[in-house]
């Protein structure tokens, strides 16, 4: 049989397949490898899988089918086109598809699959995946925790023990898990969330707020029977929440969305991030709870944590590494990509199973943080170094993303827009990369408000904008190897200019020009002002389950380990049987710990101990 084994990632929303390909693990297929979770029978009788159902089912709902991951392990069947078909089935399409997609792309059949489940689901659910795979015409290697999934995809094998946090968040389902990696032997301490949370819900929010926003400006109400305009709604709306994840504001425009004694009427509407994030926030809220249940019910504190990975599309919504950053005072790790990760983890497993040295997924991410300077507070006091970061380190690459600031007093027409590389949210600790002068803006009383946009390539070039969101007009600079590191004496020539503005300023400070002068007066870095983000009050929700930490555990599973270990030191004085017996238990004891099974562990453990008696003794 071929060694070829690939991972899928069989999601509620979207699916993946990835596999060793071309030296490194890759998401497999056509586009961006992201196929819908979802299958259909066109009107005129075509099967449909992927985009092409998914496209038909807010008009043809009863002909197709989405979400079948909810149902894996129960005994509902599932109606399409007036046929029924078990959870198995529909499963077992996707997979197919997948499948496919993996023999299109790789030139040779695949028969063998490693297939993640999230870990709360019971052995029904994970017996239900198998059979599903089984009904797909492949061998399923291995069922492999979500959260686990994404700890390899980060390279959290290698080395010694790790204690990770997977904070996952698709479009249907939320969960946190916190995970301990050593060597091959993943545990999932505990898991919490909410199988009905995601952002299909702040979908939903967004487009209620548009529906409020159409019925201020026609009077009239986008109700259920206007189903195509409502399907119209939904997906600008989601394009808007996908648009405030990197920008401050998004504008929704649908021309004729509903046509009214004879009469289109428009939506034409501005979202501000801060209100749509005003709408989440409970959500968000009450997944902070669970986090705070996963740690107490792991027996751990946040600080103990290596490190949190965000996983799932809907982790791009700034408002939610914002305030798990708050929460446990980590940077939340996004590197790899939020909806691949969990795939691509899979697909380090499969590879390693399959022979392949893999040890974790190549991504390429900014390794600096990058920002202007603003005039704010520090330490009770204004100070006009106040930093952070637009783009922050780690995040993949290419990207793009605006922030909101504000000129710092009535008349001011011109800002001189510093750009810092660094962490430190005082910028004269950071580098100074370039800076640049806006002139001619509004000359307005109220505080006129300036959007830098920062665009970062793949190869280092930074593109820095400066816009008034009065009157678009713009100004922008190209900084050239943003993320060569840099050397002392750029580091010091950076320092001195920084000093000479700075002195600069305190000198102008000491007359007190700030309010009284003229524009030309005016020293040039005060002027940017970033209002602080404001704060909503929390809703708690109930999270949904619990599993305790249990320290006999913690040592049966210290003991899997070592032998693990052990094994594979004396891999090279087992022959043909031995070799293959220890490689199966050395399976049956990693997946007795990744599904928390202490009579299974115990008994493979004793298994191994006899044969390694027997070979280390020889
Ligand atoms: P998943 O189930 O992990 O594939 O996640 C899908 C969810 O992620 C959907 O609700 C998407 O609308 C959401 N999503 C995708 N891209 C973004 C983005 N840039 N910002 C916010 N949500 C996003």
Redesign the pocket.
Same mark, same amino acid.
């Given at each position: 049989m071929s060694d070829l084994i690939v991972g899928i990632d069989l999601?509620?929303?979207?699916s993946e397949v990835a596999a060793f390909s071309g030296g490194r693990v890759r998401v497999l297929g056509p586009g961006n490898g992201?196929l819908p979770s979802c299958v259909g029978v066109s009107p005129s009788g075509e099967f449909l899988v992927g985009e092409a159902a998914l496209n038909q089912q807010r008009l043809f709902p009863d002909r197709t089918i989405r979400g079948i991951k909810r149902k894996m392990g129960t005994s509902d069947t599932v109606s399409m086109a007036g046929h029924d078909y078990t959870p198995q089935e529909v499963s077992a399409l996707i997979l197919k598809e997948l499948v496919n997609w993996a023999s299109a792309s790789l030139g040779e059949p695949v028969k063998r699959a490693v297939i993640t489940v999230p870990a709360y689901f019971s052995d029904a659910q994970r017996n239900a995946t198998r059979e599903a795979g089984n009904m797909a015409g492949i061998e399923v290697v291995r069922i492999l925790n979500e959260p686990t999934a994404a700890s390899l995809a980060y390279g959290f094998s290698e080395g010694t023990r790790h204690t990770v946090m997977v904070y996952? &968040?698709? +479009?249907?389902?939320f969960d946190v898990s916190i995970v301990t990696i050593e060597g091959d032997v993943t545990e999932v301490l505990s898991s919490h969330g909410n199988n009905r949370l +995601?952002?299909?819900d702040?979908?939903d929010l967004l487009v209620m707020h548009l529906q409020q926003e159409f019925h201020r400006q026609h009077g009239v109400f986008v109700g259920e029977e206007h189903r195509a305009a409502r399907a119209r709604l939904w997906w600008a709306a989601?394009q808007a929440?996908?648009? &405030?994840?990197?920008e401050p504001y998004a504008r929704v425009r649908e021309e004729a969305l509903i046509v009214e004694n004879g009469k289109p009427l428009h939506l034409d509407a501005e979202i501000s991030r801060d209100t749509y994030e005003s709408l989440i926030r409970p959500l968000v809220d009450s997944t902070l709870d669970s986090v705070s249940k996963a740690l107490d019910d792991a027996g751990r504190s946040s600080s103990s944590m290596d490190a949190i990975l965000l996983?799932?599309?809907?982790?791009?919504?700034p408002l939610v590494s914002r305030l798990l950053r708050e929460r446990t005072g980590l940077e939340p790790r996004q590197d790899v990509h939020?909806?691949l990760g969990?795939a691509l983890g899979a697909g380090v497993l499969a590879s390693r199973l399959a022979g392949q040295q893999v040890d974790r997924v190549l991504v390429d991410v900014s390794p600096f943080s990058f920002g202007p300077s603003y005039l704010g507070e520090r330490g009770g006091v204004s100070y006009p170094y106040c930093y952070h970061p637009v783009i922050r380190r780690n995040t993949p690459l290419p990207v793009t993303r605006t922030e909101s600031y504000y000129t710092s007093y009535p008349g001011q027409t011109t800002v001189e827009i510093q750009v810092f590389q660094g962490d430190n949210e005082d910028a004269l600790n950071n580098i100074l990369v370039g800076n640049f002068r806006v002139e001619g803006l509004k000359d307005t009383k109220e505080p006129n408000e300036v959007l830098c946009r920062m665009s970062l390539d793949i190869d280092g070039i930074l593109h820095v904008s400066a816009i008034e969101k009065a009157t678009g007009k713009s100004k922008q600079i190209t900084i050239g190897g943003a993320l060569q590191p840099k050397t002392e004496r750029e580091v010091e020539d950076s320092r001195r200019k920084i000093e000479d503005l700075f002195r600069r300023r305190e000198g102008a400070a000491a007359f007190g020009e700030w309010d009284e002068t003229g524009e030309d007066d005016l020293p040039a870095e005060y002027e940017l002002l970033n209002p602080p983000p404001e704060d909503v009050a929390a809703e708690p929700v109930e999270p949904a389950e619990a599993t305790p930490a249990d320290p006999a555990w913690a040592e049966l599973r210290h003991k899997a380990v070592d032998l693990i270990k052990r094994a594979r030191a004396a891999s090279g004085k087992m022959h043909g049987e031995d070799r293959e017996e220890a490689r199966e238990l050395q399976a049956a004891i990693e997946e007795a710990v990744s599904g928390h099974d202490s009579r299974s562990l115990n008994e493979k453990i004793r298994s191994l101990e006899e044969l390694l008696f027997f070979v280390e003794g020889s």
């Open positions: 999601g509620t929303t979207n992201i996952d &968040l698709g +479009g249907g389902t +995601g952002g299909d702040f979908d989601e929440k996908k648009q &405030l994840s990197a996983i799932g599309g809907s982790t791009r919504t939020p909806d969990v």
